[in-house]
């Protein structure tokens, strides 16, 4: 019985020791620090080297263009003035968009002085011409210079008087053609000088475009070249050069008969003017916006890369191609150059591949 009872309690005592031990582990590790998790360092790719962008050696059709600023104009319009100063104008017939016939009077100055000193100097004259049929009668009997003399004094006073009439005249102004009144500047009763434009009459049934260009801009440019014409709102339209316009070296102060110092009145003379291939779209008038692009050069199947393709060093010029067989370097020759395309006369063919900076 001894025996059975020390087994039984040895067994119990053991199982205690076990139990205690692992409480002893657990309650040790739950009084440890909990550690830092383990920092996660990022993968660090290697650098790579950029590669240079590469382009196709191309053909196409090159085009230098020389573009101007412009608007249409009417092949035939006049700015018309007049030519008495220091006159009111007394009447006034027209106004801005009126249609007027060849010969209709636009307007008129108040000349009332002139024609009353015109009757006087006539009655006077008159007197003239008596005493000078007088002194006909008596020719065989007059000294031959006194009456020579006698014969100018009369002419000249016969030619005072066409002289005030046709002073007289130009107080009427009258349209030169059929046309219409796309400008007018005066009023009736304005104190006119001599020259100063008073409107401009312009035949709008014939339309053309047309930019004022100075003597650098023209040059290379010649009567017959291509013209691109983009008309605003109204699209595209191809055409030619139809004339040069005379170039003046006037400031454009005066230079039209001294008009107080006013600018130069614009004539169809002074522009460059295209003749389009097709007739122009509804809604363009006269004085529509317009640019005009001369083809001063066109190439059909030019070789063509980037600029950014060409390489230069000193005089010499080349590009890096490349190939099957890597990178390397060709001379080439330069023809036509524009924004986007250099054209390459001589060391590349199209298909072959060259290296951008």
């Known amino acids: 019985m001894f025996t059975k009872w020390l087994t039984g309690n040895s067994f119990k005592a053991a199982a205690v020791v076990v139990i205690g031990a692992s409480l002893l582990v657990s309650s040790g590790c739950s009084l440890l620090p909990n550690e830092d998790p383990e920092e996660v360092l990022p993968e660090i790719a290697p650098p790579q080297i950029s590669k240079k962008p590469e382009y196709e050696v191309t053909t196409t059709t090159l085009e230098t263009k020389k573009t101007e600023i412009g608007k249409m104009i009417a092949t035939q319009e006049e700015t018309l003035y007049f030519t008495l100063d220091g006159k009111r104008l007394k009447d006034l017939n027209v106004k801005i968009g009126q249609k007027v016939t060849a010969g209709q009077v636009i307007g008129s100055l108040d000349v009332d002085d002139m024609r009353k000193q015109l009757r006087s100097d006539k009655l006077n004259f008159s007197k003239d011409e008596l005493q000078m049929k007088d002194t006909l009668r008596k020719k065989d009997e007059m000294d031959p210079i006194e009456f020579e003399l006698a014969k100018i004094a009369f002419e000249e006073k016969r030619q005072a008087l066409a002289d005030a009439e046709g002073e007289i005249a130009k107080a009427e102004l009258t349209a030169p053609f059929t046309g219409t009144v796309v400008s007018l500047n005066v009023s009736k009763g304005d104190a006119i000088k001599a020259y100063d434009p008073i409107c401009i009459i312009a035949d709008t049934s014939k339309l053309t475009a047309a930019a004022i260009m100075t003597q650098d801009e023209l040059e290379g440019v010649a009567v017959g070249m291509p013209v691109v014409v983009d008309i605003n709102n ?40 295209v003749t389009l291939d097709k007739p122009l779209p509804k809604g363009v008038t006269r004085g529509t916006p317009l640019s005009i692009s001369i083809i001063m050069d066109r190439k059909e199947n030019a070789i063509v890369i980037p600029p950014s393709a060409l390489r230069s060093i000193g005089s010499r010029t080349y590009v890096q191609i490349v190939d099957a067989d890597g990178k390397r ?3 080439v020759e330069v023809g036509q150059q524009t924004a986007t395309e250099v054209e390459i006369l001589k060391g590349l063919t199209p298909g072959q591949k060259v290296v951008g900076r």
């Open 234 to 273: 109204a699209g595209e339209l191809t055409g030619k050069v139809s004339q040069l316009p005379v170039v003046s070296t006037d400031d454009g102060n005066g230079g039209n008969g001294g008009n107080g110092g006013g600018q130069k009145p614009e004539r169809p003379e002074d522009f460059l003017t």
């Open 329 to 331: 370097e060709v001379d």
